[in-house]
């Protein structure tokens, strides 16, 4: 996040060629080292909505992202020269920049020289408020809180190649503001405001376009994203400035053969996001360091398990996990050593693992009774020891806990549109003979795996509860025990969180007829 820049306009009518210095020439450095080192998965320059120019108070439509920049002082000038940098190096290095153009910020610890803070400071000592020329030029004032949440949004979900404009709907005049602070402190504005300073004066921002919506709707000149009432953005959809032949991200998925690593591979593909299959073996050190020096990854997925096809890499059974029950040494060697060898040699090359993993490690119990709606978080500890295979997925997420660069995903009963997949939920319990009839969560997968993809984005980590709100009734409990080996877990696990994360999350039911039911309709 580049935030470095001469801005102090005092220094501007002194020595405008600091602004060149550090503004353009530091840009520069700074890109240089970013593409010498070739880890930058993302590089946000912060701008200013200064690059525009002036706009006056009575413009009806204000300044988008594509509008001619026309820079009038040498600050401005330096930020946009600072811009084309960052643009240069997207399309001749395939560095992933990100710019955004920002109104007027005030709030606690700002400079002194800023507009409201040095008006307020200059009220309190009753001296009159300098304005450049008449003061009609508008702003937008944003405060510091504000400002951070959205360019925490515009980091995590903020498209590459992309510029956004950050400001509000709500615009004052430099003079407007003036007036206030005096009402406030029983000033006459008349005789405490001296219009056509320039020493100290503050340079006119321009009034931007700032549209309403909402953070999903979309058309075809932008998407508009919304962090609160008051703050709006427009994300242009023009073509990325990123090079395809250096993507930013590139995924190495353990799981090859496994039904979740199939998703995941076309979800690859549509996203146009580069992947490999890993080739070496979970048990086998050197064989994974040297899939990672050959592919040279951002992300690592592991989807494969002893038990349950999905852990992208370790030992799946077919058809259940009542495998694990006759083959416990193999089921060890690949749901806790495999794993834990990987997210270590992970961590070694400072990589995100994204390891799936399950939610059938708890049981009903009497803090959380069935048919409660109290959920089983992430911090909670395993109470179910009835299958071979739940032990060692509970021992490994005890030890994965030690690790900082993993983000556990906790599927339950994932249930995809593809109904032809033998491992799928559905599919399964269409064949059995006899289906428990207990409140369980599920994952859908055809919601939730893409979330896991815009996950490793975001670089998240820690553990996750990742299925839908909510739970599902299948048919009865007693009658399991004829047809299974392994006791089966069951319980609700609470998905706030990932609610929280993601609020589009669709609860169980309507996720399923969104996503499985409707695909499946016959026409």
């Given at each position: 996040?580049h935030f470095?820049?001469?801005?102090?306009v005092?220094?501007?009518?002194?020595?405008?060629?600091e602004?060149t210095?550090?503004?353009?020439?530091g840009t520069h450095?700074?890109?240089?080292?970013c593409?010498?080192?070739?880890?930058?998965?993302?590089f946000?320059?912060?701008?200013t909505?200064e690059?525009y120019?002036?706009?006056d108070?009575d413009v009806?439509?204000?300044?988008?992202e594509a509008?001619?920049?026309l820079p009038?002082n040498?600050y401005?000038a330096?930020k946009?020269?600072?811009e084309?940098l960052?643009?240069?190096?997207?399309r001749?290095?395939g560095l992933?920049?990100?710019?955004t153009r920002g109104n007027n910020?005030?709030?606690?610890n700002q400079f002194?020289?800023?507009l409201?803070l040095k008006f307020?400071?200059l009220?309190m000592r009753?001296k009159?408020l300098?304005?450049h020329r008449?003061?009609?030029?508008?702003?937008s004032y944003?405060?510091?809180?504000?400002v951070?949440?959205?360019f925490?949004?515009?980091l995590?979900k903020?498209?590459?190649?992309?510029?956004?404009?950050?400001?509000?709907k709500?615009?004052m005049g430099?003079?407007d503001?003036a007036?206030?602070i005096?009402?406030?402190?029983?000033m006459?504005?008349?005789t405490?405001?001296?219009?056509g300073?320039?020493?100290?004066a503050?340079?006119?921002?321009?009034?931007m376009?700032m549209?309403p919506g909402?953070?999903?709707f979309?058309?075809e000149?932008g998407?508009?994203?919304?962090v609160s009432n008051t703050?709006r953005?427009i994300?242009?959809?023009?073509k990325?400035?990123i090079s395809p032949?250096?993507p930013?991200?590139?995924?190495l998925?353990?799981?090859?053969t496994?039904?979740?690593?199939?998703?995941?591979?076309q979800l690859?593909?549509?996203?146009c996001?580069p992947f490999?299959y890993?080739?070496?073996?979970?048990?086998?050190r050197a064989?994974l360091?040297?899939?990672?020096?050959?592919?040279?990854p951002?992300?690592?997925?592991?989807i494969r398990v002893?038990?349950?096809?999905?852990n992208?890499?370790g030992?799946?059974?077919?058809?259940n996990?009542?495998?694990?029950?006759?083959h416990r040494?193999k089921?060890?060697?690949?749901n806790v050593?495999?794993t834990l060898t990987?997210v270590d040699v992970c961590?070694?090359h400072?990589?995100?693992?994204?390891?799936?993993?399950?939610?059938c490690?708890?049981?009903?119990?009497?803090?959380?009774?069935?048919g409660?709606g109290i959920g089983?978080?992430?911090?909670g500890k395993?109470n179910f020891?009835?299958?071979?295979?739940?032990k060692?997925?509970a021992?490994?997420?005890e030890?994965?806990?030690?690790y900082?660069?993993?983000c556990?995903l906790k599927?339950?009963m994932p249930i995809?549109?593809?109904l032809?997949?033998?491992?799928?939920?559905i599919?399964?319990?269409?064949?059995?003979?006899?289906?428990?009839n207990?409140?369980n969560?599920?994952?859908?997968?055809?919601?939730?795996?893409?979330?896991s993809?815009?996950?490793?984005?975001?670089?998240?980590?820690?553990?996750?509860?990742f299925?839908?709100p909510g739970?599902w009734?299948?048919?009865?409990?007693e009658?399991?025990?004829?047809?299974i080996?392994?006791p089966r877990s069951?319980?609700?696990?609470?998905a706030?969180?990932l609610k929280?994360?993601?609020?589009?999350l669709?609860?169980i039911?309507e996720?399923?007829?969104k996503?499985?039911?409707?695909?499946n309709k016959?026409?």
């Amino acid at each position: 996040m580049h935030f470095a820049a001469q801005t102090h306009v005092n220094n501007l009518f002194e020595n405008n060629f600091e602004f060149t210095k550090n503004n353009i020439y530091g840009t520069h450095v700074l890109l240089e080292a970013c593409k010498v080192t070739g880890q930058i998965r993302r590089f946000n320059h912060v701008s200013t909505d200064e690059v525009y120019g002036e706009t006056d108070e009575d413009v009806i439509v204000g300044n988008h992202e594509a509008s001619q920049l026309l820079p009038t002082n040498p600050y401005s000038a330096t930020k946009a020269g600072a811009e084309m940098l960052v643009m240069a190096y997207s399309r001749s290095y395939g560095l992933p920049g990100i710019t955004t153009r920002g109104n007027n910020v005030y709030g606690p610890n700002q400079f002194l020289e800023k507009l409201i803070l040095k008006f307020i400071l200059l009220a309190m000592r009753g001296k009159t408020l300098p304005i450049h020329r008449d003061g009609s030029n508008v702003r937008s004032y944003l405060h510091c809180e504000d400002v951070a949440e959205t360019f925490e949004v515009i980091l995590h979900k903020g498209e590459v190649g992309h510029v956004y404009n950050v400001g509000t709907k709500k615009e004052m005049g430099g003079i407007d503001v003036a007036k206030d602070i005096c009402k406030l402190f029983s000033m006459d504005p008349e005789t405490n405001i001296q219009l056509g300073c320039v020493a100290g004066a503050l340079l006119p921002h321009i009034r931007m376009l700032m549209i309403p919506g909402s953070r999903h709707f979309e058309s075809e000149k932008g998407k508009v994203l919304s962090v609160s009432n008051t703050l709006r953005m427009i994300v242009p959809t023009s073509k990325s400035f990123i090079s395809p032949l250096k993507p930013s991200f590139k995924f190495l998925i353990y799981g090859r053969t496994g039904w979740i690593g199939g998703i995941l591979d076309q979800l690859c593909k549509k996203q146009c996001i580069p992947f490999e299959y890993g080739r070496g073996r979970l048990k086998n050190r050197a064989s994974l360091m040297a899939d990672i020096q050959n592919i040279k990854p951002t992300h690592v997925f592991n989807i494969r398990v002893r038990g349950v096809t999905f852990n992208a890499a370790g030992v799946t059974s077919r058809p259940n996990i009542d495998w694990c029950e006759s083959h416990r040494t193999k089921t060890i060697r690949t749901n806790v050593v495999g794993t834990l060898t990987l997210v270590d040699v992970c961590r070694q090359h400072e990589l995100l693992m994204m390891n799936f993993a399950t939610g059938c490690i708890f049981e009903y119990n009497a803090a959380h009774p069935q048919g409660s709606g109290i959920g089983f978080k992430e911090e909670g500890k395993p109470n179910f020891i009835g299958s071979f295979y739940s032990k060692t997925k509970a021992m490994v997420e005890e030890l994965l806990r030690e690790y900082d660069n993993v983000c556990t995903l906790k599927v339950r009963m994932p249930i995809s549109s593809d109904l032809n997949s033998p491992r799928n939920f559905i599919t399964k319990i269409s064949c059995y003979n006899k289906v428990v009839n207990i409140l369980n969560g599920m994952t859908i997968l055809d919601e939730l795996l893409p979330m896991s993809i815009e996950m490793a984005k975001r670089n998240l980590r820690g553990i996750w509860n990742f299925t839908n709100p909510g739970v599902w009734i299948n048919f009865t409990l007693e009658e399991q025990a004829k047809v299974i080996v392994a006791p089966r877990s069951n319980n609700k696990m609470d998905a706030s969180m990932l609610k929280k994360e993601f609020p589009e999350l669709l609860p169980i039911k309507e996720s399923l007829i969104k996503y499985v039911f409707e695909p499946n309709k016959r026409t």
